[in-house]
């Protein structure tokens, strides 16, 4: 059974930086296009980053030039830099394929809270 965790999220000052970490179980990582989604307070998911299974990297308008996604096949891990922070990107983060791998696969998620 699938299954993702996700961790490095936390408080931080505006233009401050965070590395998010997911950890991926059940699923041949390597063969899957992978991306980072976020959910805000009374919105609905949104797809933030995403890294094909040949390292082409994609952002929202929104974290373009902030944000770099990267993925270590080796130890099926997913990752999300993020720097210059701002208080809209305050959400859950979470990490899944691209598309997503189903209802079921959705794991707990990372909170940032990003805040002076």
């Known amino acids: 059974q699938v299954q993702f965790v996700e961790s490095g999220g936390g408080l931080v000052q505006p233009g401050g930086s965070l590395r998010l970490s997911c950890a991926a179980s059940?699923?041949?990582?390597?063969?899957?296009?992978m991306a980072w989604y976020r959910q805000a307070p009374g919105k609905e998911r949104e797809l933030v980053a995403t890294?094909?299974?040949?390292?082409?990297?994609n952002y929202d308008d929104s974290v373009k030039g902030r944000f770099t996604i990267s993925r270590d096949n080796a130890k099926n891990t997913l990752y999300l830099q993020m720097n210059n922070l701002k208080p809209e990107d305050t959400a859950f983060y979470y990490c899944?394929?691209?598309?997503?791998?189903?209802?079921?696969?959705w794991g707990q998620g990372t909170q940032v809270t990003v805040s002076s």
């Open positions: 899944n394929g691209n598309p997503n791998l189903g209802m079921n696969s």
């Open positions: 059940g699923v041949i990582f390597s063969i899957y296009n």
């Open positions: 890294i094909s299974i040949i390292n082409s990297k």
